[in-house]
């Protein structure tokens, strides 16, 4: 199983890092444990995505661990339009 990146960087023993989380951070001990790395915020923060435990992903969540922030993609995007339905998939009924 994975270790936490947070207990890494916080050179706390390591527990299993049961989930992934999505972060903001430029800590570079936790950014090179990414697992995906998707950018680079306008804050000079890469937004990674990391193994974690549960209890430090609560502490992230809370703010308790100093310059790491979670990520949240808030810019999805524009909404995906809904394509119309052909007739023919609205009833397999002949009325």
Known sequence: M???AICQHLGVPPRDGTGTVGLLTSAPTIVQEAIDNLGESSDNEQHIVVYACPEH??????GRIAGVRMAWRLDAGPAPTRLPQSPAATSASPA
């Open 57 to 62: 992903v609560v502490d992230v969540y809370r």
């Open 2 to 4: 994975p270790v936490c």
